[in-house]
């Protein structure tokens, strides 16, 4: 089996900043694609970030400059440095791996975190 578990949401003031960070944990093979995406109420989830397995990244033009996007592989975790946060940021925010297990080395599956609450306040 396989988890992905996160970390470091909160609720912060505008302006400030918070890390969020997921690792993932089990019978895990290989990592490739990991990404951040978040959902706010009555809204449908959306990309915020992602990053390939060359390090390659993406973001959703909403949060370009104020958000990075980064992994370390040895620790089989992804982080978002989120800066500059406004209160239209306020979502769950959920972590996504795309990878394959010891089980079916040659195939991949996607898993998601259980997410994190980010709520910024004006």
């Known amino acids: 089996q396989v988890q992905l578990v996160e970390s470091g949401g909160g609720l912060v003031q505008a302006g400030g900043s918070l890390r969020l960070s997921c690792t993932a944990s089990?019978?895990?093979?290989?990592?490739?694609?990991m990404g951040w995406y978040r959902q706010a109420p009555g809204k449908q989830r959306e990309l915020v970030a992602s990053i390939t397995s060359g390090g390659s990244t993406n973001y959703a033009d909403s949060v370009k400059g104020r958000f990075t996007i980064s992994r370390d592989d040895a620790k089989n975790t992804v982080y978002l440095q989120m800066n500059s946060l406004r209160p239209e940021d306020t979502a769950v925010y959920y972590c996504k791996a795309v990878l394959s297990t010891t089980n079916f080395p040659l195939h991949l599956f996607q898993y998601w975190g259980q997410g994190t609450q980010v709520t910024v306040s004006s």
């Open positions: 089990g019978s895990i093979s290989r990592i490739n694609d």
